[in-house]
């Protein structure tokens, strides 16, 4: 029995130790799985965290896309308008080469006219010359027929007055034979003076007929030159219909003639007028100088045309490329870099400060400082010569240096103004694409600007480098871009040359001061 309880107590004792070993075992598993929890619900937490972030970041991508969808409307609406103004101008580049061609048939029709015509005028003179020649001819056997005339008046005066004698006197001794000899001599001589007058009529009439031959051949020379004179009116007709200025807002130098009308773009004026340094004044000007504003030792008055609209022009906005500068008016027109000069002028009360009238340049425009905005042509090369309108006198400014941009069929000038600013604490400035001038004077502005009038180039006004091309550029251009082919079609058709040589040769910087008008107030003459 008690053995029996020993072996019991045995076994329950290792039930528990098996007991307790398996607590152990449990409560080992019970703590992993408490880090476990532990751990899932630190996971938890910073997934929660992480929800947390990853929705503000979708709210963040929500609100760029919903920007981006916008900006995407807002390029394809720009797309569809960029679209659009690319078939305006299309169509209006269609309508530029139809009103091309037509042009080129009328300047070949007037070429061809302009050819025959004067072929026709050099026949009718050769067949002056010879006219003349042959109504020489006859002048000269005219007098020699007068002079044998004359001879025969008098040896029939002679003749009559031997008649006279003999018929007065007596013919006593006279034979029958030697009577009928004098008489035959007499009615001889007769005869000979009505056969030289009848010739010496004939030369008459010959000369007569000559002259009237030669007087028809000057009408046919004069209906010529009016049937010339009407192709190169045509031509003018052509061309002053065809090209215009560029379309955009801009402005330009007013010259002496005034702005630069072609029948179609309006013009508006203004001007602005700096006060320079008092002490030792050193304004000055080129000695040649085609501007109206008034200039003196005691202020320069820049006078301009300004074009701040489109109306009445349906030119296209395109200017050809070159190196020249425009004033700024608006948007500068598609090409063109913008840039400024700044002028820093006198502030004293000795003379007037700076004023202003009318419609301007952008820029700014105070009691003695001013501002003035350019538009510049940045590319292409100056001895090329570019097409703009050129039936009258205008001005542009230079680029990049003192050297003047051509313009086809015209002639041009370069010109200056040196403008002596306010020397104390001097803030002259410029930056960006601007006139070519500043850089030569670190303390007074100087501003080159070139004039261009019809006509062809000359060696001797040029101001310009060698190595000119006479090659007009081809391609696609805007309305102005006619002006070479009618330039040509004058040139050519109308004087005959076979092309127009452009001569070249650079003019040094006038260091010559202009004469100051010291008299003159300088107050601006506001017209």
């Not at 007037?110 to 026949?123: F, G, H, P, Q």
């Not at 538009?375 to 240096?401: E, H, M, W």
């Not at 306010?422 to 500043?438: C, F, I, L, S, V």
Request: with cysteine; net charge negative; hydrophobic share 30%.
């Amino acid at each position: 029995m008690a053995e029996r309880l020993r072996q019991k107590f045995t076994e329950l004792k290792a039930r528990l130790n098996e007991a307790e070993a398996r607590s152990e075992c449990f409560k080992e598993s019970l703590n992993e799985v408490n880090k476990r929890i532990d751990s899932a619900e630190a996971t938890a937490a910073m997934l929660r965290q992480q929800a947390t972030s990853t929705e503000a970041e979708i709210k963040r991508i929500s609100s760029r896309l919903e920007n981006i969808e916008g900006e995407l409307w807002s390029t394809g609406e720009s797309l569809k308008r960029n679209e659009r103004a690319m078939d305006n101008l299309a169509q209006e580049e269609e309508q530029m080469n139809a009103k091309q061609n037509t042009l080129h048939e009328k300047l070949k029709t007037v070429k061809d006219t302009v050819t025959i015509n004067e072929s026709k005028l050099n026949e009718a003179s050769r067949r002056i010359k010879v006219v003349e020649l042959q109504k020489k001819l006859a002048e000269k056997r005219c007098e020699r027929l007068s002079e044998l005339e004359g001879q025969l008046n008098a040896r029939l005066l002679q003749v009559n007055k031997t008649m006279e004698e003999f018929q007065s006197s007596s013919r006593k001794g006279m034979s029958e034979e030697e009577e009928q000899a004098l008489n035959q001599k007499i009615e001889d001589l007769k005869s000979s003076y009505v056969e030289s007058e009848a010739k010496a009529d004939l030369a008459q009439r010959k000369i007569a007929a000559l002259s009237c031959k030669r007087n028809a051949l000057e009408s046919e020379l004069q209906e010529i030159n009016a049937k010339k004179e009407w192709a190169k009116d045509e031509l003018n007709r052509v061309y002053h219909d065809m090209v215009q200025w560029p379309g955009g807002t801009y402005g330009l130098p007013m010259p002496t003639t005034g702005c630069p009308s072609d029948g179609v773009t309006e013009w508006k004026t203004g001007w602005t007028y700096h006060d320079t340094e008092d002490d030792n004044n050193e304004n000055q000007r080129s000695n040649i100088f085609h501007m109206p504003g008034n200039f003196s030792a005691h202020g320069i008055q820049q006078k301009f045309c300004l074009k701040d609209s489109n109306n009445g022009n349906s030119g296209s906005e395109i200017w050809p490329e070159g190196k020249y500068c425009l004033y700024k008016k608006g948007v500068c027109p598609n090409g063109l870099k913008e840039g400024f000069i700044r002028w820093d002028d006198e502030q004293s009360e000795i003379d007037l400060n700076d004023k202003h009238f009318g419609d301007l340049p952008d820029g700014v425009y105070e009691k003695s400082h001013t501002t003035i905005k350019y538009c510049c042509s940045t590319k292409g090369n100056v001895n090329n010569p570019i097409q703009l309108p050129a039936l009258r006198p205008f001005y542009l400014l230079t680029y990049d240096s003192a050297q003047c941009q051509k313009v086809a069929g015209t002639k041009v000038t370069s010109e200056f103004i040196k403008f002596d600013d306010d020397d104390q604490g001097n803030t002259d400035a410029a930056d960006g694409a601007h006139p070519y001038g500043p850089s030569e004077d670190p303390f007074n502005l100087k501003i080159y600007y070139c004039y261009y009038e019809p006509g062809q180039e000359s060696e001797d006004d040029l101001g310009t480098g060698k190595d000119v091309k006479s090659k007009i550029p081809t391609g696609k251009t805007s309305s102005s871009g006619l002006a070479v082919a009618i330039g040509c079609g004058v040139a050519g058709a109308i004087v005959g040359t076979a092309s127009i040589a452009f001569a070249t040769k650079r003019i040094l910087a006038h260091r010559a001061r202009a004469a100051y008008d010291l008299i003159d107030d300088p107050q601006p003459d506001g017209s």
